[in-house]
């Protein structure tokens, strides 16, 4: 419950109405022995050109915050806001988890003088 309703409110306060015009890069899992192969990059490049060439800005959600950032960043993707679970919560056993809410404005095409 506690991450839902952090999340829907940073997202909210972070995209807001702007949400339902832009399309989300839904969870990318790549498995540790075949991360730096360009798989996710790939699967993320699937979405940010179809984003692009609606000119629609993207979203994630990054809850690997450490690891993850670097590479969203790659993509383009900017943290716009960030948030923790798990530092207040008596049920949660493990370390606070940070959770990053992220977008990439819609990049034209670099032969175009569209600005």
Known sequence: ??????????????IGARKA????????????EKQGRGYGSSLAKLVTDVADAE???????????????????????????????GEDNVTWKGAPVVIAI???????PSDSNEK
Do not use: Q
């Not at 015009?21 to 540790?32: Q, R």
């Not at 992220?102 to 034209?108: D, L, N, Q």
């Open 21 to 32: 015009e832009m399309h989300c890069l839904e969870i990318i899992a790549t498995s540790p």
């Open 102 to 108: 992220m977008i990439r404005k819609y990049t034209p």
């Open 55 to 85: 000119r629609r800005d993207s979203w994630l959600v990054s809850c690997n915050v450490a690891a993850n950032t670097v590479f969203y960043n790659s993509l383009g993707y900017e943290t716009v806001a960030m948030f923790v679970v």
């Open 1 to 14: 419950m506690e991450v839902k309703e952090k999340l829907e409110k940073a997202i909210d306060e972070a």
